[in-house]
């Protein structure tokens, strides 16, 4: 067997771990501070709209906190056709007080919904080639549950209210600006 290979008996075998001294009350062995990762941190919003490419890694290490055992995303990136036409990149334009009011607000209502710790939406602005992220959201909690359900409200209700517009750049040199047919401003 080579050293990457492992046998199935290997994860069948019971482990033992040791056990640890039960803590008698007054002993030395009792904590008597909170541990670092206990203390309680402040949570953050963090909202950004930029024309530089937007990165996973970053807005996600934003998020983390070691109070938290969930961080979950949503990541909007520029795919490469819309009915039938190539597209070639999305250009993004955004009337940036009232986004990001409106995005503040989105943080706020998840708050109220849901037990997050830390909130960060990211928006880029400008011409977003194809396969780049044009969003990308995070949010940490302590339990899955809470930050699924919170960035799946986020990118529904920030495509509904944020006025951001985006124009698709079609590879037979034309483009057309696109609304969100989520957006609550939109009539048919």
């Given at each position: ?90 250009e993004y ?12 607000k989105i ?59 985006k124009k ?21």
């Amino acid at each position: 067997m080579s050293s990457l290979e492992i046998s199935s008996s290997t994860f069948s075998q019971e482990m033992k771990l040791p056990s640890s001294p039960p803590l008698v009350e007054g002993s030395a062995l009792e904590p008597f501070r909170k541990d670092q990762n206990e203390i309680e941190e402040k949570p953050k919003d963090i909202i950004k709209f930029t024309p530089e490419k937007l990165s996973v890694d970053e807005v996600s290490q934003l998020v983390i906190s070691p109070l938290c055992g969930a961080v979950s995303l949503f990541v909007g990136t520029t795919r490469n056709n819309f009915e039938g036409k190539k597209v070639i990149s999305l250009e993004y334009e955004a009337y940036l007080p009232m986004a990001e009011n409106e995005i503040r607000k989105i943080c706020s209502d998840i708050r109220q919904k849901w037990p997050v710790k830390h909130i960060a939406v990211f928006h880029r602005l400008g011409l977003v080639p194809v396969s780049e992220a044009s969003v990308i959201i995070a949010v940490s909690s302590v339990h899955r549950a809470s930050s699924l359900q919170a960035v799946s409200y986020a990118i529904d209700t920030l495509k509904a209210k944020v006025p951001i517009w985006k124009k698709e750049m079609y590879e037979e040199s034309s483009s057309s600006w696109k609304r969100n047919k989520e957006c609550f401003w939109a009539t048919d």
